[in-house]
């Protein structure tokens, strides 16, 4: 079975969407993970229903696939990165993030998207650990349960620093929602090092959602080029094929947008070389 590989849409944002599409299709992609965000497809503004509808006749029409991944920093508040999350204090906050995460479970739903992928978030100080998790539980109940009845995966994502960091976390929450998908970033498992990332694959093989990949160094969190960092990348992808994954596996190098126009066919043109 060949792999089929996406690149995520952080790493193009200074490319119009129809151009950045355009890049990852000619570029022998097989799919887009598609980063909701204000500059490439706001979900919360008017007209996002227009949008989508024109970003699904281009994905049609170049015959592309989709992960929706809904890790925009500033989203939803300019000022405080990645805030609010499924475990913000105030009622309001976790309200506008389970409001997001529907719209992007809807997107997904238009797009014929593989996965969505989300994550839990960091506790502030001052919230309580039991509170974190009662109020993480609950959310990802409405998660799931939006999920269902549109017909898209909901794929937790391990962030390292953040409640569900490790992919032992994300055991613990699937022991409370078995229908909860793994959304598995291989370079954060060589970041928190809790396992070697070709490991983490056939471990969880039965609960992988979807699965992105860079390389990154130990224990330091910046997603790098490939042929950069620490990663086996041929390995991860030999257990990627080994346990039949067929859906999308989304390059990720959030970092590389001001070089997208060489970044993006360099990074398909080594996950093709690097094997041979």
């Given at each position: 079975?060949?792999?089929?590989?996406?690149?995520?849409?952080?790493?193009?944002?200074?490319?119009?969407?129809?151009?950045?599409?355009a890049l990852v299709a000619d570029s022998g992609y097989d799919g887009i993970a598609l980063t909701l965000d204000h500059v490439v497809l706001?979900?919360?503004?008017?007209?996002?229903?227009?949008?989508?509808?024109?970003?699904?006749?281009?994905?049609?029409?170049?015959?592309?696939g989709c992960v929706i991944e809904s890790g925009a920093r500033f989203l939803l508040d300019p000022r405080d990165k990645h805030q609010p999350?499924?475990?913000?204090?105030?009622?309001?906050?976790?309200?506008?993030?389970?409001?997001?995460?529907?719209?992007?479970?809807?997107?997904?739903?238009?797009?014929?998207?593989?996965?969505?992928?989300?994550?839990?978030?960091?506790?502030?100080?001052?919230?309580?650990?039991?509170?974190?998790?009662?109020?993480?539980?609950?959310?990802?109940?409405?998660?799931?349960?939006?999920?269902?009845?549109?017909?898209?995966?909901?794929?937790?994502?391990?962030?390292?620093?953040?409640?569900?960091?490790?992919?032992?976390?994300?055991?613990?929450?699937?022991?409370?929602?078995?229908?909860?998908?793994?959304?598995?970033?291989?370079?954060?498992?060589?970041?928190?090092q809790e396992r070697v990332p070709q490991d983490a694959v056939r471990e969880f093989a039965a609960e992988l959602g979807t699965v992105s990949?860079?390389?990154?160094?130990?224990?330091?969190?910046?997603?790098?080029?490939?042929?950069?960092?620490?990663?086996?990348?041929?390995?991860?992808?030999?257990?990627?094929?080994?346990?039949?994954?067929?859906?999308?596996?989304?390059?990720?190098?959030?970092?590389?947008?001001?070089?997208?126009?060489?970044?993006?066919?360099?990074?398909?043109?080594?996950?093709?070389?690097?094997?041979?």
């Open positions: 079975m060949e792999l089929r590989f996406a690149y995520n849409t952080n790493g193009t944002v200074h490319h119009r969407m129809e151009d950045a599409v706001d979900p919360m503004t008017e007209g996002w229903e227009r949008r989508t509808e024109v970003l699904a006749g281009e994905l049609r029409r170049r015959g592309l999350t499924l475990v913000s204090a105030a009622d309001e906050g976790r309200d506008r993030r389970l409001a997001f995460l529907r719209r992007s479970l809807d997107i997904g739903a238009m797009l014929d998207a593989e996965a969505m992928s989300f994550w839990a978030g960091s506790p502030k100080p001052e919230v309580r650990a039991e509170d974190a998790w009662d109020w993480l539980r609950a959310g990802v109940d409405q998660v799931l349960a939006h999920a269902e009845r549109v017909g898209v995966t909901a794929a937790m994502e391990p962030e390292p620093e953040m409640m569900i960091g490790t992919v032992d976390h994300f055991r613990q929450l699937h022991d409370l929602f078995p229908s909860l998908r793994l959304a598995l970033d291989l370079g954060h498992v060589m970041v928190t990949i860079e390389d990154m160094k130990r224990g330091d969190h910046v997603h790098l080029a490939f042929g950069d960092g620490d990663m086996d990348i041929p390995a991860c992808l030999d257990a990627l094929e080994a346990v039949g994954f067929s859906r999308l596996v989304c390059v990720e190098l959030s970092s590389d947008s001001g070089r997208a126009d060489r970044m993006v066919p360099d990074a398909r043109r080594w996950l093709a070389e690097c094997r041979r």
